[in-house]
C-alpha cells in the first residue's frame, strides 16, 4: 500500500452504499487568503491591491544583459490571459505566472523573525543593492512582515544596521500600474501588500501540448506499477471541447492510436482501423478485494481504457453518441496545475467529468444513469499494489474521499534554453550571422541582412555573429546581438538532441562568459586608462604592403618606409557612446596626437562617396569623428567616419582605406557582404619594456644621472625633488642622497613597483612610527608635474597612507590602497644602455626629468631622464671616496689613487674583467680605466666603485 495512503482514505473505502445524488465540493483551490505568516512549503504572490485577487502583483523580470528587477504586473489581466482564447498568450501567460511566485524561507532557528523571499522562475533572492533602484543586486535581502491594518495588509521591511548601533529601514514601494515602477524606499512605503497562494490553476489544451513538443504531451505518476496505464503509456494530444455545466474540459488523444473497426472485414490495411482514439473512464471495476466494496454507485473503483470516438472535422469529440456503450462525458477530462509547491514538480489534479454509475438492477445496460465527477486517485486495495482509479463519494458527508497520485507532466519535447548570448548552428557546421551595410539610401544608419550560414562564422569578436535568446518554457525570441533583430521567434522543440521551429533545426552553441559579459563585442572600446594612458600609431596593413600615418607640416601622409619609431602617435579623446543592438555600445573618437594635441581631421564630406583629398591636422573643434569597427580578427580594424554632432553621433559612413600602389589615402563603402578586401588598420604600440628588479629591496640606493653621475636624487628643505651633487651648495639636506628603496607591489613579476623614500626631515619619534617622506608628483599642467616629498606609511599588504599638508604642515593622511592609483609608486623601466633605467611613475604614466636641478614628471617619454642605481654601502663620487688613509678619485679615463704607495691595487670592470693590477710606487698614482663603472681594490682596505667618464 502506498505510504501516502490516509486514514480517512482507508475508512471511507470500507464504506458501501449508493452514490449520492448532489455533487460533492470540488477538490480543486480556489485563490487562498491572505497570510501574514506565509509557509515555506508554498509559493506566494505579493499583491499590492484590495484583494489578492485583483491587485498588482510583484514580479521578477530578466533582461538580456542577466540584470534582474522587479515590475508589476496585473492580476486580473494575468488571470485572463490563463483562462482565455487566445492560444499564445495563455501559454505565455504559464510562464509569467512563475514570475509573480515567491517562497519565504523564515531565517532558522534563531527566530529572529526575518525572511529570505525567492522567485520561483529565476530562483534569484529578492534583493536591492541600494535606495530606489529597482534592479535586483546584494545587499537589502532579510525581510520582515509587518501587519497593517485589519485585513491581513502587510508592508516588506528590511534593515541597514549604520556604525552608531542605530537602524535605517526600507520598504519596498510600487504602485497599481502594469509595469509600474517598483523601488526600495527609505522608512515605510505606501504600498501594502497581501501575501497569497494561487489557487489550481485550469490548463486547456494548448497550454498541456505547450509542455510536450506543441501537438502533444505525456505524464508521470509517482509510483505507478501499470506501464500499461493509458494516461502514462503513450504522448496524449490534448483537445479543448465544449464546456459541461460551465466546467471547461478537454479530450485526451492517444497519439498513434488505433483500434480495430467493428466492420473491419470491410477493409483493407489501415482502413481497418479507427485512429480516433481517447482515453476514457472505462465502465469495468476493480473486484471488492480486502473489505473495500466496489459497488459501481458511489463513483469509486473504475479502471480507465481507450476507445474510438466520434470526432468532428478539426478532431474535437462533439457528439453524443460514442462508441458503444460509452457516454459521451467518459471522454471529458479536466486538468489543473499546482504551481505553489516549494522543491517539488508542479503536479497535476485530473477531473473526471464523467464516472459512469453502474445499476445492478437495470435490464440491458447497467450503466444508463446520469455520470458522475470524480477526480483520479488511489485506490489503496490492501491485498495489492496501489490501483489508478476513481475517488470515492462519500455517502454521509457529501465529500470526495481520495489520496491523490503525484502527477507531473513528463520532461517533452519542449526545448528548455538558458537565456544568454549563442552561436546557431545550422547543418555541415554552417553558423547563422548579420552583414551591415552603410549607404545613403539608408540615411547612414546602419542596415543589416541575415546572410547564408557559413563555416567559422562563430567569431567572439563579432557581435553579428552572436545571438541573444530570451524567453521560457518552450517558447523563446533569438535576436542578433549587434543588429537587435529576430532571427527565430515561437515555440522551439528539441528532438534528436537538436532544437526545432517550425522548418528549421539547429543546435545553440554558448558564446563564452567573458564575450557575453563584453558589451562592446564588434568594435573597440577604449577603456578609461586606455584613454589616459594609451598612445597608438595607425598602420595600414595590405597584401602588397604597409604603412604608417606620418605628419609633416599640418598634413598627415602614409609612408610605407616609416618604421615604428617615425610614425604618428595618437590618443583618443571620447566624443560619445552610441547604443546599437542587445544592449551593446560602442564609442566615437576623435584622433589627436600624442603630445601636441592636434587632431585628425579628413578632408572632403565624410558622407559622400567621393574619394578622399587629404588628411589633416586641426583643431579640436574640425577634428573627424571615428569608430574602430572589428574585421573579426584580433587587432583589426575598420576606421569609419562617424557623425559629426549629437544629432547625427548615430550615423556611419565609409571607411578610411590606403591605395597601398600609390601610398595616398582613399575611402571606401562599408558593406560585409560585398567588401573590397583593401586592407585593416592596426593599433600599434611600442614593444613593453622590461623593468628593473632590485633584489635586494627594501634597501637604501643612490639613484643617480646617466648623465651625470654626480648627480643623484634628493630632497631640499621644502621637500622639493632636486638632483644635485655632495659637493654643490644650496638648500637641500645632505643624507637624503640615501634614498630608501622598498617594494610597493611585485604581484606583477615582469614590472615590480617600488616606494622611492626618505627618512631625513622626520623627528626620531616620527621615524620609530614608521613614517618616511615619499617622492610624488606634484599636479600636472601641460603634461608636467614638478616631484615633492610627502610623509607617509605603509599599511596592510601594499597600501600606502600620504600625508595632505595644510599651511606646510600635515593636516592628515589619505589612504591609497589602489596600487594603480598610488602616486607614489614607481618602476624602472629598462632602456638599451645598460646599467640604465627611465623611472615611470604609475598612477600618472609619466617618466622622471630634471630641469635646472629640479626633479619634474613629464608625460612625453622621449624628454624622460635615464638614471642609475647602486647601493649606498658602496659609496661613489667623483670628488673622492676616502677608505682609511687611502683615497680614489674618479677621472676622464683613468682613476687616481692617493696614499697607497706600495700597496697591490686591483681594477676590474663591473663583469669582473681585470684592467689593471699593479704596485703602485708613488702617493699620487694615475691609472687608465675605461669609462663606465669600475670596481677599485687597494691591497689591505675595502674595494670601492668609481664611475669613469
Given at each position: 500500500?502506498?505510504?501516502?495512503?490516509?486514514?480517512?482514505?482507508m475508512?471511507?473505502?470500507?464504506?458501501?452504499?449508493?452514490?449520492?445524488?448532489?455533487?460533492?465540493?470540488?477538490?480543486?483551490?480556489?485563490?487562498?487568503?491572505?497570510?501574514?505568516?506565509?509557509?515555506?512549503?508554498?509559493?506566494?504572490?505579493?499583491?499590492?491591491?484590495?484583494?489578492?485577487?485583483?491587485?498588482?502583483?510583484?514580479?521578477?523580470?530578466?533582461?538580456?544583459?542577466?540584470?534582474?528587477?522587479?515590475?508589476?504586473?496585473?492580476?486580473?489581466?494575468?488571470?485572463?490571459?490563463?483562462?482565455?482564447?487566445?492560444?499564445?498568450?495563455?501559454i505565455?501567460?504559464?510562464?509569467?505566472?512563475?514570475?509573480?511566485?515567491?517562497a519565504?524561507?523564515?531565517?532558522?532557528?534563531?527566530?529572529?523573525?526575518?525572511?529570505?523571499?525567492?522567485?520561483?522562475?529565476?530562483?534569484?533572492k529578492?534583493?536591492?543593492?541600494?535606495?530606489?533602484?529597482?534592479?535586483?543586486?546584494?545587499?537589502?535581502?532579510?525581510?520582515?512582515i509587518?501587519?497593517?491594518?485589519?485585513?491581513?495588509?502587510?508592508?516588506?521591511?528590511?534593515?541597514?544596521?549604520?556604525?552608531?548601533?542605530?537602524?535605517?529601514?526600507?520598504?519596498?514601494?510600487?504602485?497599481?500600474?502594469?509595469?509600474?515602477?517598483?523601488?526600495?524606499?527609505?522608512?515605510?512605503?505606501?504600498?501594502?501588500?497581501?501575501i497569497?497562494?494561487?489557487?489550481?490553476?485550469?490548463?486547456?489544451?494548448?497550454?498541456?501540448?505547450?509542455?510536450?513538443?506543441?501537438?502533444?504531451?505525456?505524464?508521470?505518476?509517482?509510483?505507478?506499477?501499470?506501464?500499461?496505464?493509458?494516461?502514462?503509456?503513450?504522448?496524449?494530444?490534448?483537445?479543448?471541447?465544449?464546456?459541461?455545466?460551465?466546467?471547461?474540459?478537454i479530450?485526451?488523444?492517444?497519439?498513434?492510436?488505433?483500434?480495430l473497426?467493428?466492420?473491419?472485414?470491410?477493409?483493407?490495411?489501415?482502413?481497418?482501423?479507427?485512429?480516433?482514439?481517447?482515453?476514457?473512464?472505462?465502465?469495468?471495476?476493480?473486484?471488492?478485494?480486502?473489505?473495500?466494496?466496489?459497488?459501481?454507485?458511489?463513483?469509486?473503483?473504475f479502471?480507465?481504457?481507450?476507445?474510438?470516438?466520434?470526432?468532428?472535422?478539426e478532431?474535437?469529440?462533439?457528439?453524443?453518441?460514442?462508441?458503444?456503450?460509452?457516454?459521451?462525458?467518459?471522454?471529458?477530462?479536466?486538468?489543473?496545475?499546482?504551481?505553489?509547491?516549494?522543491?517539488?514538480?508542479?503536479?497535476?489534479?485530473?477531473?473526471?467529468?464523467?464516472?459512469?454509475?453502474?445499476?445492478?438492477?437495470?435490464?440491458?445496460?447497467?450503466?444508463?444513469?446520469?455520470?458522475?465527477?470524480?477526480?483520479?486517485?488511489?485506490?489503496?486495495?490492501?491485498?495489492?499494489?496501489?490501483?489508478?482509479?476513481?475517488?470515492?463519494?462519500?455517502?454521509?458527508?457529501?465529500?470526495?474521499?481520495?489520496e491523490?497520485p503525484?502527477?507531473?507532466?513528463?520532461?517533452?519535447a519542449?526545448?528548455?534554453?538558458?537565456?544568454?548570448?549563442?552561436?546557431?548552428?545550422f547543418?555541415?557546421?554552417?553558423?547563422a550571422?548579420?552583414?551591415?551595410?552603410?549607404?545613403?539610401?539608408?540615411?547612414?544608419?546602419?542596415?543589416?541582412?541575415?546572410?547564408?550560414?557559413?563555416?567559422?562564422?562563430?567569431?567572439?569578436?563579432?557581435?553579428?555573429?552572436?545571438?541573444?535568446?530570451?524567453?521560457?518554457?518552450?517558447?523563446y525570441?533569438?535576436?542578433?546581438?549587434?543588429?537587435?533583430?529576430?532571427?527565430?521567434?515561437?515555440?522551439?522543440?528539441?528532438?534528436?538532441?537538436?532544437?526545432?521551429?517550425?522548418?528549421?533545426?539547429?543546435?545553440?552553441?554558448?558564446?563564452?562568459?567573458?564575450?557575453?559579459?563584453?558589451?562592446?563585442?564588434?568594435?573597440?572600446?577604449?577603456?578609461?586608462?586606455?584613454?589616459?594612458?594609451?598612445?597608438?600609431?595607425?598602420?595600414?596593413?595590405?597584401?602588397?604592403?604597409?604603412?604608417?600615418?606620418?605628419?609633416?607640416?599640418?598634413?598627415?601622409?602614409?609612408?610605407?618606409?616609416?618604421?615604428?619609431?617615425?610614425?604618428?602617435?595618437?590618443?583618443?579623446?571620447?566624443?560619445?557612446?552610441?547604443?546599437?543592438?542587445?544592449?551593446?555600445?560602442?564609442?566615437?573618437?576623435?584622433?589627436?596626437?600624442?603630445?601636441?594635441?592636434?587632431?585628425?581631421?579628413?578632408?572632403?564630406?565624410?558622407?559622400?562617396?567621393?574619394?578622399?583629398?587629404?588628411?589633416?591636422?586641426?583643431?579640436?573643434?574640425?577634428?573627424?569623428?571615428?569608430?574602430?569597427?572589428?574585421?573579426?580578427?584580433?587587432?583589426?580594424?575598420?576606421?569609419?567616419?562617424?557623425?559629426?554632432?549629437?544629432?547625427?553621433?548615430?550615423?556611419?559612413?565609409?571607411?578610411?582605406?590606403?591605395l597601398?600602389?600609390?601610398?595616398k589615402?582613399?575611402?571606401?563603402?562599408?558593406?560585409?557582404?560585398?567588401?573590397v578586401?583593401?586592407g585593416?588598420?592596426?593599433?600599434?604600440?611600442?614593444?613593453?619594456?622590461?623593468?628593473?628588479?632590485?633584489?635586494?629591496?627594501?634597501?637604501?640606493?643612490?639613484?643617480?644621472?646617466?648623465?651625470?653621475?654626480?648627480?643623484?636624487?634628493?630632497?631640499?628643505?621644502?621637500r622639493?625633488?632636486?638632483?644635485?651633487?655632495?659637493?654643490?651648495k644650496?638648500?637641500?639636506?645632505?643624507?637624503?642622497?640615501?634614498?630608501?628603496?622598498?617594494?610597493?607591489?611585485?604581484?606583477?613579476?615582469?614590472?615590480?613597483?617600488?616606494?622611492?623614500?626618505?627618512?631625513?626631515?622626520?623627528?626620531?619619534?616620527?621615524?620609530?612610527?614608521?613614517?618616511?617622506m615619499?617622492?610624488?608628483?606634484?599636479?600636472?599642467?601641460?603634461?608636467?608635474?614638478?616631484?615633492?616629498?610627502?610623509?607617509?606609511?605603509?599599511?596592510?599588504?601594499?597600501?600606502?597612507?600620504?600625508?595632505?599638508?595644510?599651511?606646510?604642515?600635515?593636516?592628515?593622511?589619505?589612504?591609497?590602497?589602489?596600487?594603480?592609483?598610488?602616486?607614489?609608486?614607481?618602476?624602472?623601466?629598462?632602456?638599451?644602455?645598460?646599467?640604465?633605467?627611465?623611472?615611470?611613475?604609475?598612477?600618472?604614466?609619466?617618466?622622471?626629468?630634471?630641469?635646472?636641478?629640479?626633479?619634474?614628471?613629464?608625460?612625453k617619454?622621449?624628454?624622460?631622464?635615464?638614471?642609475?642605481?647602486?647601493?649606498?654601502d658602496?659609496?661613489?663620487?667623483?670628488?673622492?671616496?676616502?677608505?682609511?688613509?687611502?683615497?680614489?678619485?674618479?677621472?676622464?679615463?683613468?682613476?687616481?689613487?692617493?696614499?697607497?704607495?706600495?700597496k697591490?691595487?686591483?681594477?676590474?670592470?663591473?663583469?669582473?674583467?681585470?684592467?689593471a693590477?699593479?704596485?703602485?710606487?708613488?702617493?699620487?698614482?694615475?691609472?687608465?680605466?675605461?669609462?663606465?663603472?669600475?670596481?677599485?681594490?687597494?691591497?689591505?682596505?675595502?674595494?670601492?666603485?668609481?664611475?669613469?667618464?
Amino acid at each position: 500500500m502506498n505510504k501516502k495512503f490516509s486514514t480517512l482514505l482507508m475508512g471511507g473505502l470500507l464504506m458501501a452504499g449508493a452514490a449520492s445524488a448532489q455533487t460533492p465540493k470540488p477538490i480543486e483551490r480556489s485563490l487562498g487568503p491572505a497570510v501574514t505568516e506565509p509557509s515555506a512549503k508554498f509559493y506566494y504572490q505579493i499583491v499590492n491591491g484590495d484583494t489578492g485577487a485583483e491587485g498588482y502583483a510583484l514580479q521578477a523580470a530578466i533582461h538580456t544583459n542577466g540584470a534582474d528587477s522587479l515590475k508589476a504586473v496585473k492580476v486580473t489581466d494575468l488571470n485572463a490571459a490563463l483562462n482565455g482564447s487566445d492560444v499564445e498568450k495563455a501559454i505565455e501567460a504559464m510562464a509569467t505566472l512563475d514570475s509573480t511566485l515567491w517562497a519565504f524561507t523564515p531565517n532558522g532557528d534563531e527566530n529572529l523573525g526575518y525572511y529570505s523571499i525567492v522567485n520561483k522562475a529565476t530562483g534569484k533572492k529578492l534583493q536591492f543593492a541600494k535606495e530606489g533602484n529597482a534592479i535586483m543586486g546584494a545587499g537589502l535581502n532579510a525581510w520582515f512582515i509587518e501587519e497593517e491594518g485589519a485585513y491581513n495588509d502587510v508592508k516588506l521591511q528590511s534593515y541597514v544596521i549604520n556604525a552608531d548601533g542605530s537602524k535605517t529601514s526600507y520598504s519596498i514601494e510600487s504602485n497599481r500600474t502594469t509595469g509600474g515602477p517598483v523601488t526600495i524606499a527609505k522608512g515605510n512605503a505606501n504600498a501594502k501588500y497581501k501575501i497569497v497562494r494561487p489557487g489550481h490553476i485550469y490548463m486547456n489544451a494548448a497550454q498541456l501540448n505547450a509542455e510536450g513538443d506543441g501537438n502533444s504531451f505525456k505524464m508521470a505518476i509517482e509510483d505507478l506499477v501499470d506501464t500499461e496505464n493509458p494516461f502514462v503509456k503513450t504522448a496524449l494530444k490534448a483537445y479543448d471541447l465544449s464546456a459541461q455545466n460551465g466546467q471547461k474540459n478537454i479530450g485526451l488523444k492517444v497519439v498513434d492510436g488505433k483500434i480495430l473497426k467493428a466492420d473491419a472485414d470491410k477493409y483493407t490495411g489501415d482502413a481497418k482501423y479507427n485512429t480516433n482514439v481517447y482515453v476514457v473512464v472505462d465502465t469495468t471495476m476493480y473486484a471488492s478485494k480486502g473489505g473495500v466494496d466496489v459497488n459501481g454507485t458511489d463513483a469509486f473503483g473504475f479502471k480507465f481504457a481507450v476507445d474510438s470516438a466520434t470526432v468532428d472535422a478539426e478532431g474535437k469529440i462533439t457528439s453524443n453518441i460514442q462508441a458503444p456503450g460509452r457516454n459521451v462525458t467518459n471522454y471529458r477530462f479536466a486538468i489543473y496545475k499546482d504551481v505553489t509547491l516549494v522543491g517539488e514538480d508542479d503536479q497535476l489534479l485530473v477531473k473526471l467529468l464523467g464516472v459512469p454509475t453502474y445499476d445492478k438492477e437495470a435490464t440491458g445496460s447497467k450503466f444508463t444513469r446520469t455520470p458522475q465527477v470524480s477526480y483520479v486517485s488511489w485506490a489503496g486495495f490492501a491485498e495489492k499494489g496501489d490501483e489508478l482509479t476513481t475517488a470515492r463519494i462519500s455517502r454521509d458527508n457529501q465529500e470526495y474521499v481520495y489520496e491523490l497520485p503525484v502527477i507531473t507532466l513528463a520532461a517533452g519535447a519542449k526545448a528548455d534554453i538558458a537565456p544568454g548570448v549563442y552561436y546557431i548552428k545550422f547543418k555541415d557546421a554552417k553558423y547563422a550571422y548579420a552583414n551591415m551595410s552603410l549607404t545613403s539610401t539608408n540615411s547612414w544608419t546602419p542596415d543589416y541582412t541575415e546572410a547564408t550560414p557559413a563555416v567559422n562564422m562563430n567569431n567572439d569578436l563579432l557581435a553579428r555573429t552572436q545571438y541573444v535568446v530570451t524567453g521560457a518554457n518552450g517558447k523563446y525570441t533569438i535576436v542578433n546581438r549587434e543588429s537587435g533583430e529576430p532571427k527565430i521567434s515561437g515555440r522551439i522543440y528539441v528532438k534528436d538532441g537538436k532544437f526545432i521551429q517550425g522548418a528549421q533545426t539547429f543546435e545553440l552553441e554558448s558564446v563564452p562568459a567573458e564575450v557575453a559579459a563584453d558589451n562592446h563585442v564588434g568594435y573597440k572600446f577604449f577603456s578609461k586608462e586606455e584613454v589616459g594612458n594609451l598612445a597608438v600609431a595607425l598602420k595600414f596593413n595590405s597584401k602588397i604592403g604597409s604603412a604608417f600615418m606620418v605628419d609633416a607640416k599640418q598634413k598627415v601622409s602614409v609612408d610605407a618606409d616609416a618604421e615604428l619609431a617615425d610614425a604618428s602617435f595618437f590618443k583618443m579623446l571620447p566624443v560619445d557612446t552610441v547604443a546599437f543592438g542587445v544592449d551593446m555600445e560602442y564609442g566615437v573618437y576623435k584622433l589627436y596626437k600624442q603630445y601636441t594635441k592636434e587632431f585628425l581631421k579628413a578632408d572632403g564630406t565624410v558622407s559622400e562617396n567621393n574619394g578622399l583629398s587629404n588628411v589633416t591636422l586641426d583643431t579640436e573643434a574640425n577634428a573627424s569623428l571615428v569608430v574602430f569597427r572589428s574585421t573579426g580578427k584580433e587587432g583589426e580594424y575598420q576606421i569609419i567616419f562617424a557623425g559629426d554632432d549629437v544629432y547625427n553621433a548615430p550615423k556611419m559612413y565609409d571607411q578610411l582605406s590606403v591605395l597601398a600602389t600609390e601610398a595616398k589615402f582613399n575611402k571606401l563603402k562599408v558593406d560585409d557582404a560585398n567588401a573590397v578586401i583593401n586592407g585593416f588598420w592596426t593599433l600599434e604600440t611600442p614593444a613593453a619594456p622590461d623593468y628593473l628588479t632590485i633584489e635586494d629591496a627594501p634597501a637604501h640606493k643612490r639613484i643617480f644621472s646617466s648623465e651625470n653621475t654626480s648627480l643623484a636624487i634628493s630632497m631640499n628643505a621644502d621637500r622639493t625633488g632636486i638632483l644635485k651633487a655632495v659637493a654643490d651648495k644650496g638648500d637641500y639636506l645632505e643624507d637624503q642622497f640615501k634614498m630608501w628603496v622598498d617594494t610597493a607591489c611585485v604581484e606583477n613579476a615582469e614590472k615590480p613597483l617600488y616606494y622611492i623614500a626618505t627618512c631625513a626631515g622626520l623627528d626620531e619619534e616620527t621615524r620609530e612610527e614608521g613614517h618616511m617622506m615619499y617622492m610624488v608628483p606634484t599636479e600636472f599642467k601641460e603634461n608636467i608635474a614638478q616631484v615633492e616629498f610627502k610623509e607617509g606609511y605603509v599599511f596592510g599588504a601594499d597600501s600606502l597612507a600620504l600625508a595632505k599638508y595644510k599651511n606646510g604642515a600635515v593636516e592628515k593622511f589619505e589612504d591609497k590602497k589602489v596600487m594603480a592609483e598610488n602616486p607614489a609608486a614607481f618602476a624602472f623601466q629598462m632602456t638599451p644602455a645598460e646599467g640604465e633605467y627611465v623611472v615611470e611613475n604609475i598612477a600618472t604614466k609619466s617618466y622622471l626629468r630634471q630641469v635646472n636641478g629640479v626633479l619634474y614628471l613629464t608625460k612625453k617619454y622621449e624628454d624622460a631622464l635615464t638614471f642609475g642605481i647602486e647601493a649606498t654601502d658602496t659609496p661613489t663620487a667623483n670628488e673622492g671616496v676616502e677608505v682609511s688613509e687611502v683615497t680614489v678619485i674618479a677621472g676622464e679615463g683613468n682613476v687616481t689613487i692617493a696614499g697607497a704607495a706600495g700597496k697591490k691595487v686591483v681594477v676590474s670592470n663591473i663583469l669582473g674583467q681585470v684592467v689593471a693590477n699593479t704596485v703602485i710606487t708613488s702617493d699620487n698614482a694615475t691609472i687608465a680605466a675605461p669609462a663606465g663603472v669600475v670596481v677599485v681594490a687597494v691591497e689591505g682596505e675595502e674595494a670601492v666603485k668609481a664611475i669613469i667618464k
